[in-house]
DNA sequence: AGCACGCCGACT
DNA sequence: GTCGGCGTGCTC
């Protein structure tokens, strides 16, 4: 409905409305606007603001989620307030957003710092931000169309009686006619333990740790708990880290629940279908939701299970804009609206293992179950250790740094190629060389817009930042000194690919990373590539680590794992043992090749406590051991962490920026005797310091208490915009991370 | 962030 | 005389 702004009512309801503003437009919270009806909490509206009209949300105070800093900027009795303009358009072809929805989007703009309105559009499909009623129709039209649905349906439906109504008379995607019933696999012992107990957590809505080794059947425990959900007359929605591994899991999904919606929810999609999916969602039409972390933002009015599979990714972290983790919300959002949530990993996170440890070693506030046993095939795959120091006396040092692989695993390698048996060999860094360089003078192949090496890329000749993206062709002589003997420096996939060549004549290797994988569909034909047993080596980056299913592989082998143990990043020993876990996990699949699969690892430290219990594939071990250096360190789980980025035209601007910021905070600490137990760390740059000519500085907030840790921020980010119009141009922006991954 | 208004150089 | 550069400033 159009509402008449020439004629404005004379006795309009007042409406605070959400719209999109970021923070530095020093408005935050609602505007104020007028309709002439009473309008729902919730309701999407079109309002006009400035020179715009803009998509805006109905929102009010709700009770004790409601923000406490998103007060009206004006209210009814402000003597200086503005005219309140008309509410151009109510969209109420739309139910309004529910309450679920609401309050997720009011906690999660203030636990993770932003303005609630900037938060709840962004999450929103872009194409719906740009709606009008009567487009809106047209939208409605075709999705009905496309789901081969009659009238939309009531908006509370009773449960049993939804089964019937929800099915679509045609299935959602073009395929086969009515489908036969699904065949369901058998259940192993362990599988229908875990479903037992996931029904009693499911009665009491308490979250669940699924800790299933790789092959243990997560996926069929999800899947039985999802039909559970859709029996119940419920929604689910299913989180998974990354877009590849949406349309493996869709199928299976569709296969599994002929005649039930399913949609997916991801940045892959097209502005029109993720608008439809969208909209199915919200509608209730859909019944499975499907996507990447943007999905936990889903409106599901239905809502009954939420699963996060492969919980302790760091794909789940959003890394921009408002940067929340879609695992965490998907916690705070089942407990809130009162649902299930299962989180699934064969290596949880550890802040995942130490909830659900009981009391006194972890907090015991979610439920662990286990299921630590392959299906079908035996073991898991046998780790062997390449003890390169013992070998150094052997082969000396020089030729066990010039050669990509140590004797015993090239001949390892030799063996799969002769039985015809498929090998994988992980290398984290794309390109030729991370770095060249010319040994008369000392030129190194650095970027001049970044505080970083330009990478060698032989394929393309080029010199590529991956940084920034600036590419050149490679020089034939040192840019510096004219030296034609310029020399690459470190090992890459392309180089390890052609070292691999020499070393297995005959074989046929392949090479998957992020260079191979341009364009739409090339991953999946290079994946059948290996299916189909064209290729016996495949060399790859940790993207082909994940979840991928190489039934023919029986050797996978790590080079260079070592750097993670030495990392400054705290984390990164659990991503090591993660990764490591995981792609230990692609061998040995078939249950035929089971026995003699083996993940082969060559270290410099083979006496590491993180190999020994990769060794015993003993997480628990593992985390026992890194749980007890992060509480000896004050790290998380044993504290909470906020990180605050400053970005500027030179270090000593982002540095001064940061400077007056912990003097603001020291401030404020001297008021609030709760705040004196947080740490705030000097300034410093990060590793790589300088991007695309932009200067970045950070500082690490550290505290004991999340509660007090989050009061702080509500009351210390405000006076960032004074300090940074101080500092004029130069400061350009500046960000608040809060629970950083990287520190 | 958009998208204005606002005040000084090369073109019809 | 206009078209247009992007420097401040506002948005219920």
Known sequence: MALDDRTPPQTGHGV????????????????????????????????????????GIAWGDEGPLADARATPVLDEGAADAPVRRDVAEVLDALPPLGPGWRALIRFAAAYYQRAPGELALSVLPADLRE???????????????????????????????????TAPETP?????????????????????????????????ADPVLLHGATGSGKTE??????????????????????????PQLEARIRARFPGRVTVALHSGLGPAERLQNWLAAHLGWADIVLGTRMAVFASLPRLGLIVVDEEHDPSYKQ?????????????????????????????????????????????????????????????????????????????????????????????????????????????????????????????KSDCPHCSAWRVFHKLDRTLRCHHCGFAER??????????????????????LEEQLATALPGARIGRIDADTTRGKGSLEAQLAQVHDGDIDVLVGTQMVAKGHDFRRITLVAALQADAALFSSDFRAPERLFALLMQAGGRAGRDAAQAARSELWIQTWHPQHPLYAALTAHDYPAFAAGQLLERQQAGLPPFSHLALLRCEARTQESAMAFLAQAARRAAELQTQQPAWADILVY??????????????????????????????????WLPSFQDDARQAGARVLRWAVDVDPLAI
Not at 181 to 191: A, F, G, I
Not at 688 to 711: C, F, T
């Open 682 to 715: 000097p300034p410093v740059p990060p590793s790589v310091q300088r991007v695309a000519n932009v200067e970045r500085a950070q500082m690490l907030v550290e505290s004991p208490s999340r509660p007090a840790l989050q009061r702080l921020l509500a009351a």
């Open 131 to 165: 709606l009008d009623t009567a487009a809106l129709q047209r939208r409605l039209r075709r999705l009905d169309k496309r789901l081969g649905r009659t009238p939309p349906p009531a908006p509370k439906r009773r449960r049993g009686a939804a089964a019937a109504t």
């Open 319 to 443: 890394q921009e804009g408002a940067r929340y983790s879609a695992r965490d919300l998907a916690v705070w959002r089942a407990r809130q609206e009162g649902v299930a949530v299962i989180l699934g990993s064969a290596t949880p996170s550890l802040e995942t293992w130490h909830n659900a440890l009981p009391s006194p070693e972890g907090t015991g506030r979610y439920h662990r179950l286990g299921m630590p046993t392959r299906i079908g095939a035996g073991a898991l795959p046998q780790v062997r250790l390449v003890d390169l120091t013992r070998l150094q006396e052997q082969f000396g040092r020089q030729m066990l740094r010039d050669q990509p692989f140590a004797p015993p695993l090239l001949a390892a390698l030799r063996d799969r190629l002769e039985r015809g048996e498929q090998s994988l060999v992980l290398l984290n860094r794309r390109g030729y060389a991370p770095v060249l360089h010319c040994p008369g003078c000392g030129w």
């Open 474 to 495: 490679v020089p034939r002589a040192c840019p510096s000194c004219g030296d034609p003997d310029i020399q690459p420096i470190g090992r890459g996939t392309e180089r």
């Open 16 to 55: 605070a409305v959400l719209v999109e503003l970021p923070k530095h437009a020093g408005l935050s919270g609602t505007l104020s606007y007028r309709a002439a009806t009473p309008l729902p909490v919730g309701q999407l509206l079109r309002v006009p603001l400035g020179r715009r009209v803009v998509c």
């Open 172 to 204: 959602v995607e073009p395929g086969p006619e009515p489908l036969p019933p699904p065949v369901l696999p058998d259940l192993s012992e362990e599988q229908r333990l875990a479903l037992d107990a996931l029904a009693d957590a499911a009665e009491r």
């Open 221 to 246: 425990v999800y899947l039985r708990r999802v039909a559970a959900a859709l029996d119940a007359g419920r929604q689910a929605l299913l989180l998974v880290p990354e877009i590849n591994l949406t």
